[in-house]
């Protein structure tokens, strides 16, 4: 892999982002990235225009940068407004933010499906599904929240999780997977964002990593759950019912970016 200086230096005036690999003895790339490699070290103030406004285009550019490091085909609609962004409304991007993108993200009855032709038994019953791409930046969180059935006449969003590049830590309010650990037992400095405080529900953590191709998957119905990325960042492909109304365990926590103060 070919490293531009675009990826070295970042966009903007002065701010570093840095590509690093160290040799370690490897003779192929693609084991001296796997050894040692620090991705798009930005600090915070990097995403926020003076008025404290989130900068949509900045963000943007980062998540590019790390597509681009893993060679992620960066395909046109990615570069339209279909791919968002946000910090929720929390103004620091880089512990907690989030790119993505629906693919599809699809509702409706059977019967009103397509060509209208369909009149089996399941004629009048809801279907939905979802196919999501989930970019997280370094270290970047996708704070705790969970998904309530009701809205609309459909159930709760079910969801597992492919990680596609880097790694991540599911944070979960149950065991469901097998090979959760406690966050509790996490040394204090890696716990994620908002553990301690009465309104953070989640108990457990598990890891799952590109290389390993094993999925995670939200086994309780309208249970509190996050994930953060690790030190690469993390592209997450994730497969789903539809999905509808999110709740944040934050008071005050919006899926929106923040205005100026």
């Known amino acids: 892999m070919k490293l531009n200086r675009r990826q070295m ?14 040799a370690g003895g490897c003779e192929d790339e693609e084991c001296e990235m796997a050894k040692k490699v620090s991705v798009l070290n930005y600090p915070t103030e990097h995403f926020y225009n003076a008025d404290g406004s989130f900068n949509a285009d ?6 590019y940068q790390m597509m681009e490091y893993y060679s992620y085909p960066i395909s046109d609609v990615l570069k339209s407004e279909e791919f968002w962004v946000c910090d929720f409304m929390q103004r620091d991007c880089t512990k907690l933010g989030m790119g993505g993108i629906f693919w599809i993200n699809a509702k409706g009855t059977y019967a009103q499906s397509g060509a209208k032709a369909y009149k089996g038994d399941f004629a009048d019953k809801n279907y939905g599904y979802l196919g999501h791409e989930i970019f997280l930046l370094p270290g970047q969180m996708l704070p705790e929240h969970r998904h309530l059935g009701g809205a609309e006449g459909y159930a709760p969003k079910m969801e ?11 944070f979960g309010e149950y065991k469901g997977a097998g090979d ?12 994620p964002w908002g553990f301690g405080e009465d309104w953070f529900k989640s108990k457990y953590v598990a890891k799952r990593t590109a290389k390993s191709g094993k999925l995670y998957t939200l086994q309780d119905p309208e249970s509190w759950h996050a994930q953060r990325a690790g030190k690469t960042g993390a592209i997450v492909t994730e497969y789903a019912t539809y999905h509808n109304h999110v709740m944040f365990s934050k008071p005050g926590m919006e899926f929106a970016s923040s205005e100026a103060s």
């Open 9 to 22: 230096m970042g966009t903007a005036a002065g701010v570093a982002a840095s590509l690093a690999i160290g």
């Open 58 to 63: 900045k963000a943007k550019e980062a998540y």
């Open 160 to 170: 597992s999780w492919l990680v596609r590049y880097g790694e991540v830590e599911f």
């Open 180 to 191: 959760e650990t406690l966050i509790s037992d996490m040394p204090k400095a890696e716990q």
